[in-house]
């Protein structure tokens, strides 16, 4: 059984921080991309940022709201995916999920605008932020 497991969402004030981690298990994390996505109420849920699965092929890819403020990373050898969010603002309040694909060039897309739910099959319960003013 596939699990994906988003932690570490929370309250915060603007211009704070705050790390998300997504613990896997049920498949194997070195050879899938990663991402996050967010969803706020009212609103289509948008790809915030992409990591290849190989280093080789690509790397990391933001929506440009976020590029800058927020760094994706990955432990394989822990089945975890994080997200480190920095200068938070009231724009970022939303519900985030982790999600899983084959490995591919995604980065490469993510960076030309191009960033789709449909390349991933796996998707964690969401973890809520909220930026407080």
């Known amino acids: 059984q596939v699990r994906l497991v988003e932690s570490g969402g929370g309250s915060v004030q603007v211009g704070g921080s705050l790390t998300l981690s997504c613990a896997t298990s049920?498949?194997?994390?070195?050879?899938?991309?990663m991402a996050w996505f967010r969803q706020a109420p009212g609103k289509e849920r948008e790809g915030v940022a992409n990591?290849?699965?190989?280093?080789?092929?690509?790397?990391?890819g933001y929506v440009p709201s976020v590029k800058g403020r927020f760094t994706i990373s990955r432990d394989d050898a822990k089945s975890t995916l994080y997200l480190q969010m920095n200068d938070l603002k009231p724009e970022d309040t939303a519900m985030y999920y982790c999600?899983?694909?084959?490995?591919?060039?995604?980065?490469?897309?993510?960076?030309?605008?191009?960033?789709?739910?449909?390349?991933?099959?796996?998707w964690g319960q969401g973890t809520q932020v909220t930026v407080s003013s």
């Open positions: 990591i290849d699965n190989d280093g080789t092929n690509g790397g990391t």
């Open positions: 049920g498949f194997t994390i070195n050879t899938h991309n």
């Open positions: 999600a899983a694909g084959f490995s591919g060039r995604y980065s490469d897309y993510v960076d030309r605008g191009i960033f789709e739910s449909g390349w991933y099959n796996y």
